[in-house]
């Protein structure tokens, strides 16, 4: 087992990783508050893990809370279910929610947590590749509002982190993908060696050897670990953990959410923020052709979909990172080197985004 | 002017008190964090008050959301108002929300405060005795649930606080006095010389007289502040704060919230904190007379209605502040000095609630 501490002053938790840790007593009941337990999960996860986490809380008062799977629960309206839940079964602010599930369970449970009673302790088992490399650490919770997503949150830490590497072997292959993709960018931003390692070890995170699970994992939580102790409220360098973002959350937007994972849109959103940093002049045309090849061996999209030029940039100024109306960028000057910038040329911008569309 | 230094750390803010302070440019542009702000306020106060507000902040993108005025209001659903303005507006993660009304608008502002996009700066402006004296403090925010008052909430500090007290002289008798009666509440479980000042100074508060307020005002968010700076997340001497709440919470459950006022349940669960205090022994019986003299003289209830015994042990032990099934009660061993105890025998609390409620 792998084990990552993520040191934010007094609220430091440890993040648990490896195969068939999800039923471990000894990891869960050292950060339980008192016996009464709420499982926060949803209609996929449950009948899959639900039995094992019981069987781990034996002795606890355990309510379970399944909610319908997909983005577009993530609202006000089902967190009310959490609420509900924990009102009718008379949960104490002593209580331990524990989400079970992916990004969404994660974010809805935590800002669930993050509200009841003012705040209560939780716990995150997240069940997908991309929440155990990017929901774990951050305290970042929420649910969408029709205008515009992630608008209602807070920022609340979880106690621990159990991430286990066998849970992937049921997730869909174009879901673990998505997560490659975040993994990777952990690489592009801060670790040119991690990076070179998953040029290497590609085919074993692909087959889903639990040595290379673990070690990819427990690198991308290191590494985003210290990017967020060094800045919690995201005014700085937290900023680097949106390489590809700017992009990627455009195509989302342009194709209607839910039709691309997010994990696919950020993989294209790193190619075109590598072919950009190219463009001018920050990188060697080496970098952006290593990328295209990783990504292309995950399974993952190199290039964004047919979207005109005009509408790609007014979405990507709608996104929220945008300071005073000027579109702000992720870029790299090397690999494992990222930069803020607000300073590119219109016309690299509309180079990158003519070049990397697909069929072009 | 007064003011207070409420000192949480990263988080010291001031609580400016005396009369006319409202519409000052001087005591807001100071606290506001760029030109955007949305003033929350409810359809009672706006017509009296936003006109001086809106005045003092000219030149700023000024958005204004009119809740309707009542605690039935303070729900999830009125918070997603609150929202849907902001996102309509377009407002940054740098925009500064202010409250102005009484506590069901702070409550909710603050909750919105905390949650709009991760949380983004508020500034209150009190216009009730209770919220000048009570939500000015703490930083409590949330809104109330069908099942439970206060159940979703954060904790969430202003940027500064205005109570003016000249605002008071709009405010109808009854909710006047049940601001008083958290003031007394102040005295009791801190301070013996500011009792024995509000039993000297009673009808100069009573006639509003702009000094009395301003001294009780600043010596009530004092105390208040000392306690929380010692306990922000309320896990000890905080609950000195809740004197007299078990029982009233009781109160107003029974009756159905809104017959009586939170004030005035408040008055009634602190004589009846005193009767029992004296029966366990701790206090003689000159301390319950004083209080009931002096509530009397502020025009607040001594006794509770009529509920019965088992009613009333029940709504008590569903009051949040039960940890593990045992009612926690505030009591005191003197005016001036309060104690937390779980250890009540039933048999004094049963007959505190029998000598309690008038008519018996």
């Not at 839940?85 to 994660?106: E, M, P």
């Not at 669930?112 to 970042?140: C, E, M």
């Amino acid at each position: 087992m792998q084990k990552v501490e993520v040191d934010l002053g007094d609220r430091r938790y440890p993040i648990y990783i490896g195969p068939d840790l999800l039923g471990d007593q000894n990891l869960l009941s050292p950060h339980l508050r008192s016996r009464q337990v709420c499982v926060v999960t949803n209609t996929t996860v449950a009948p899959l893990y639900l039995e094992r986490i019981k069987a781990a809380l034996s002795g606890c008062q355990v309510d379970v809370v399944a909610l319908p799977d997909g983005e577009q629960y993530k609202t006000l309206e089902t967190a009310n279910r959490i609420y509900d839940a924990l009102l009718t079964a008379k949960h104490h602010r002593t209580t331990t929610l524990i989400a079970l599930g992916g990004g969404v369970v994660g974010d809805m449970c935590g800002f669930a947590a993050a509200t009841y009673q003012r705040g209560v302790n939780f716990i995150q088992i997240p069940t997908t590749l991309l929440a155990q490399v990017d929901s774990s650490v951050g305290g970042k919770t929420g649910v969408n509002h029709p205008l515009g997503k992630n608008m209602i949150g807070a920022f609340h830490q979880p106690q621990a982190v159990i991430a286990d590497t066998a849970v992937l072997r049921t997730l869909p292959d174009r879901e673990f993908a998505a997560g490659i993709a975040e993994v990777i960018k952990y690489g592009l931003i801060a670790d040119a060696d991690f990076f070179r390692w998953l040029e290497e070890n590609m085919a074993a995170l692909l087959a889903k050897d639990d040595a290379a699970l673990s070690l990819a994992i427990e690198r991308s939580c290191a590494i985003k670990a210290d990017i967020v102790a060094q800045d919690e409220k995201e005014t700085g360098v937290r900023a680097w953990l949106n390489l590809g973002h700017t992009f990627g959350h455009a195509i989302e937007a342009a194709q209607g959410y839910g039709k691309w994972l997010h994990g696919e849109a950020v993989a294209a959103g790193m190619a075109m923020a590598l072919d950009l940093s190219k463009r001018i002049g920050w990188l060697d045309a080496e970098a952006p052709e290593r990328l295209a090849d990783l990504l292309g061996r995950a399974n993952l999209p190199v290039y964004a979909p047919a979207i005109a030029v005009e509408q790609f940039i007014s979405l990507m100024s709608a996104d929220k990172k945008v300071l005073d109306g000027k579109i702000r960028l992720v870029l790299l000057k090397a690999i494992g080197s990222a930069v803020i910038t607000d300073e590119v040329p219109r016309a690299d911008l509309v180079a990158t985004l003519e070049a990397m569309q697909a069929g072009t």
